[in-house]
């Protein structure tokens, strides 16, 4: 048995909840040695892991990691938000019974850390003095090195992120336990694997993953799922699958915040980091904040909302990262940053790395070349043409890093909100902006945000896999309930931000070219907004919100065919009257859906009739 209170009293961790906690689980999963890690033992751990061939080098100060072939993406089958109230079950947030799953879960993670060692990561999830901090403390325990590697990167991690918590008791408590791989039934019937955050007691169990979401506990589980929870329960904030950026007027000194959810995988990264100013005569400057969690509240001082970023780094998908579609991701993730990549392709002799989409084609001379799960290009079988790079392979790096990160990107009191964007991708019907200034239509048109599916045969009838405000993977508690939690929380604000929704990825429905280019030409609409927000620009009212004209829309230096204009910024009266129906069936399924929700439903659905 490890001397837990030996290692704690080194540690220097003193207080009693902690160390209750710690105690508990090293005496369930039985690790050989229990670690208490800070910040500052990066560079031991990255030394002790490139040693065990955890990870390896990609050139100064970069590494490379590839985790089990079965284990690459998060499982959301297997993820549950578990409770002791039943009302708290929701359509998406495969809701369990807590006593059940927990019970489970001891059972699974028992002596399942044997031969490890137990580190104990001490975290915070918002800048320090945060107003929501007392949300945002926790403490991972994992069995898993390269798990901590990132965790260092991707929140703010050290012992003295508990010294002074307002409750000693109030901490989220978050073991992740790696299992035998190997040997889980991945996607089988005989699946071992449950990710549960048992939400009414501030605890997440993960077993049988070391990847991503699964596994980096302060990210996805607790920034997300466990915050989402704490948000209603508190009747204090949101916290939302957002990115979150600035743009700054350099000729008027004017700075704006915009924030918004888009269905994982359909562009936050890439619009958070990547706007392009100088496109625009370098009038304006763009601030990076955060690319995927955004928690909002209102502060009573100035009727604002707020919004600030809980994480401390980017975990950003790699595939099709390049100069031109993301030169800013590729400077944060430079020689020396300390990125680690995950299961992208990877040479040996060289170091280096690569992913579909980093240049045109792939390397010519394979000579050392490995696919992301290690196998030689050189020995593929004629006519393999799997892609090098799992599709999710990603990139890890610290906000930091990122070139443009605002001057306050830690401001304990966030910055002020002036809009809050949704976009999913959608090659027809969503035209390339469209503001909404009433509160309850723009919740409503988070609530029916949606992403087409991207394999050929689906969503031909335009029909959407549909994902509230971005959170369907993320929500804990009943959509009726989220809506309305959205209604009062926005509600209070005096000057509230206003409402859009976005769409990159409209296509030619004859040859299926994107009739919007995208990526770094993203801010042109997004200004489009802001200066309607402030009586600028008055845009065209439409049933489904306010068009940006032709006119005000700044399109300097773009060579668009007019058509292709046209049809971006003008409406499918039959796509969208089809779409109220699918809204309706998708909205039924919600108990204690608000009643100014249907209000908003039918009002626009009413509009579209008479137009
Ligand atoms: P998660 O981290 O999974 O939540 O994803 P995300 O929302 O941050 O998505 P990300 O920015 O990583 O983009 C996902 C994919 O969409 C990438 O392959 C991008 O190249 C592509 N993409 C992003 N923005 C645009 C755009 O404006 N136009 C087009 N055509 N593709 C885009
Ligand atoms: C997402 O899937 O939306 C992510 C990646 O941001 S993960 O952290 O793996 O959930
Ligand atoms: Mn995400």
Not at 116 to 144: C, I, R
Not at 184 to 201: E, H, I
Not at 224 to 246: H, K, N, P
Request: hydrophobic fraction near 35%; charged fraction near 25%; glycine fraction near 10%.
């Amino acid at each position: 048995m490890v001397d837990v209170d030996r290692v704690l009293d080194e540690a220097g961790l003193k207080n009693p909840h902690v160390r209750e906690y710690v105690t508990y689980w090293a005496g369930i999963t039985e690790p050989d040695r229990v670690e208490v890690v800070n910040a500052s033992d990066d560079a031991r751990l990255v030394a002790e892991a490139l040693e065990a061939g955890e990870l390896f080098p990609a050139g100064e100060g970069r590494y490379y990691s590839r985790s089990y072939f079965k284990d690459t993406a998060r499982s959301e089958e297997r993820t549950i938000v578990a409770t002791s109230k039943p009302d708290d079950r929701g359509v998406y947030n495969n809701w369990r019974d807590a006593e059940e799953m927990t019970a489970g879960q001891l059972e699974r993670m028992r002596g399942q850390s044997k031969g490890k060692t137990m580190y104990v990561v001490p975290y915070l999830m918002a800048p320090p003095g945060s107003p929501l901090e007392q949300y945002a403390a926790g403490v991972e325990l994992t069995d898993n090195r390269p798990v901590v590697l990132h965790m260092i990167r991707m929140a703010r991690v050290g012992t003295h992120h508990l010294d002074d918590l307002a409750d000693p008791a109030t901490f989220v408590r978050a073991v992740h336990v790696t299992g035998d791989l190997e040997n889980l039934g991945q996607g089988t019937p005989d699946d071992q694997r449950y990710f549960v955050t048992v939400a009414d007691q501030r605890t997440i169990l993960h077993f049988g993953s070391s990847y991503g979401g699964n596994a980096l506990l302060g990210k996805i589980a607790h920034g997300l799922r466990q915050a989402c929870y704490d948000g209603r329960a508190s009747g204090v904030f949101l916290a939302e699958q957002f990115m979150l950026l600035g743009i700054t007027d350099k000729q008027t000194g004017q700075k704006w915040h915009v924030c918004g959810g888009f269905p994982s995988a359909s562009g936050k990264t890439n619009l958070a980091m990547t706007l392009a100013p100088d496109a625009m005569g370098d009038r304006y400057h763009v601030d990076f904040y955060g690319d995927d969690i955004a928690w909002l509240w209102v502060n009573q001082d100035d009727g604002r909302v707020y919004g600030m970023n809980p994480e401390f780094g980017v975990f950003g998908v790699a595939k099709d990262t390049n100069e031109l579609t993301n030169p800013t991701a590729l400077d944060s993730i430079a020689e020396g940053s300390g990125a680690i990549f995950t299961n992208v392709a990877y040479n040996p002799d060289t170091h280096e790395v690569w992913w579909e989409g980093r240049t045109p084609e792939p390397p010519v001379d394979v000579t050392g070349w490995e696919d992301w799960k290690g196998d030689r290009i050189a020995e593929r079988d004629e006519g393999d043409l799997s892609p090098w790079a799992h599709p999710n392979s990603r990139f890890t790096t610290t906000l930091a890093n990122v070139p443009n990160v605002a001057d306050d990107f830690e401001a304990p009191a966030g910055v002020p909100i002036d809009a809050i964007i949704f976009g999913g991708r959608t090659r027809d019907r969503e035209p390339l902006v469209r503001a909404i200034t009433d509160l309850a239509e723009g919740v409503y048109d988070g609530l029916t945000l949606g992403a087409e599916a991207t394999f050929a045969a689906d969503g031909l009838d335009g029909q959407l896999r549909y994902d509230p405000m971005s959170m369907r993977p993320f929500l804990a508690y009943g959509e009726g309930d989220y809506a309305a939690h959205w209604l009062e929380i926005i509600g209070a604000a005096t000057d509230p931000p206003i409402f859009a929704h976005v769409n990159w990825f409209q296509k030619d429905p004859d040859d299926g070219h994107f009739l919007w280019p995208g990526y770094r030409e993203n801010l042109r609409p997004l200004l489009w907004l802001v200066r309607h927000k402030d009586g600028e620009v008055a845009g065209r009212e439409t049933p489904v919100g306010t068009i940006p004209t032709l006119e005000e829309l700044d399109l300097t230096g773009l060579d668009i065919p007019t058509e292709d204009l046209d049809r971006i910024l003008g409406l499918d009266l039959d796509r969208w009257r089809q779409e109220m129906g699918f809204r309706e069936e998708h909205l039924q399924q919600f108990d204690r859906l608000p009643e100014a929700i249907w209000n908003a439903h039918r009002r626009v659905a009413q509009a579209l009739d008479e137009a």
